[in-house]
């Protein structure tokens, strides 16, 4: 099999096996955080980092959520790693932010973090603050979910298939999960453009 027949019989293959209850539980979580007033805050690094930006634009426009992306800000993100150390860039950002209950995190990430390995450091400690906070955790991650997926209040985990894809597919389920919650009635408050002006409407 070619790679491209590959690839694909992966993503089907994992598209199969996503926890569907799981997913539901997140946009219960969004649902709610909407409904008190919270915000939404989207954590990524590296490829997951474009997604949450992505993320933050649809859940604002789409869902009218109050939400933001912490690392988007590439001068704070750089003083705070000068200064203050990588571990903790995100956690500091959250903190003058004001991080409460009320509040959601939503975590994008390959491996989810370890805290014993030294791994994702700067999302582990962002959790911390949030559990000691009493915000919500939701989040995608791949592999075993790390410790998103051991802290997270609902974390959609997504399998690995094939070792030799395990970033492209975690990145790309981000995306797929995100925009199936984004496209759920329940979510969406305002119409996406090609879906509202098809010719056929």
């Known amino acids: 099999m070619n790679h491209v027949a590959q690839y694909l019989e992966d993503a089907a293959s994992i598209a199969a096996q996503i926890d569907q209850e799981v997913v539901e539980q ?19 690094v590296g490829g997951s980092a474009g997604n949450a930006s992505h993320a933050v634009c649809d859940f604002r ?19 705070r790693t000068n200064d203050e150390g990588w571990e903790t860039v995100v956690a500091e950002w959250l ?21 014993e390995r030294n791994i994702s450091a700067n999302l582990v400690s962002a959790i911390d603050l ?10 995608v991650a791949g592999r075993d979910g790390g410790y998103t997926g051991k802290m997270a209040d609902a974390a959609v985990i997504v399998p690995t298939v094939n070792t030799d894809t395990v ?6 389920f981000q995306t797929l999960i995100w925009h199936l919650i984004i496209s759920d009635p329940r979510i969406q408050r305002v119409g996406m453009k090609w879906e509202s002006n098809h010719p056929l409407k």
């Open 95 to 115: 903190k003058i932010s004001k991080l409460c209950l009320k509040d959601l995190l939503m975590v994008f990430s390959v491996g989810g973090g370890d805290a």
């Open 26 to 44: 997140m946009i219960q979580k969004l649902i709610a955080v909407r409904e008190k007033y919270g915000r939404l805050f989207i954590l990524g």
């Open 61 to 79: 426009k789409l869902a009218e959520i109050e939400a933001y992306a912490p690392l988007d800000n590439i001068s704070e993100l750089t003083a």
């Open 130 to 139: 949030a559990k000691s906070v009493g915000a919500g955790v939701i989040g």
């Open 167 to 172: 970033t492209a597919h975690a990145e790309s």
